[in-house]
């Protein structure tokens, strides 16, 4: 994400939070690492109080059903990555992690509305239907 000139980061069109608000805790990364895996505090852990978010209520509420199992009682979205070597890296990757979340959750889903079958295609289907039966009549032998 890129940070803005007032010391915010921008996490989508529209959306800006102060850098104060994203607290990161750092730890030693898991897995195959070679030497530095046990010495060097490269997983980057960031915290984010949902109410802290500048968004809408829905937006809100969406945000908490996409995330629900990153976000807290409290109501705090914990993100964490350790995918990079370094820890700049491990950091920009939650801030994107955080804005895609974000950016997910500003667009409304699409409310499905039921519809019912054309007269057309309903004779389509019992036409067909009545065809495939004859062939099968068809293929039964005169006992």
Do not use: Y
Request: hydrophobic share 30%; charged share 35%.
């Amino acid at each position: 994400m890129e940070p803005t000139g007032g010391h915010g980061v921008r996490l989508a069109p529209g959306v800006e939070v102060p850098e104060a608000v994203l607290r990161f805790a750092f730890t030693t990364s898991g897995g195959p690492g070679g030497q530095n895996v046990n010495k060097v505090a490269t997983r980057s852990v960031m915290r984010v109080s949902l109410a802290d978010l500048p968004l809408r209520d829905w937006q809100l509420a969406r945000l908490r059903e996409l995330a629900s199992h990153l976000v807290t009682s409290e109501g705090e979205l914990i993100i964490s990555s350790g995918e990079h070597r370094s820890q700049s890296r491990n950091r920009d990757e939650c801030v994107e992690r955080l804005g895609d979340l974000v950016r997910a959750a500003m667009v409304r889903p699409k409310v499905r509305r039921a519809t019912k079958p054309t007269r057309g295609s309903k004779e389509r289907r019992l036409s067909e239907k009545k065809r495939r039966g004859d062939v099968k009549r068809g293929r039964r032998g005169e006992n």
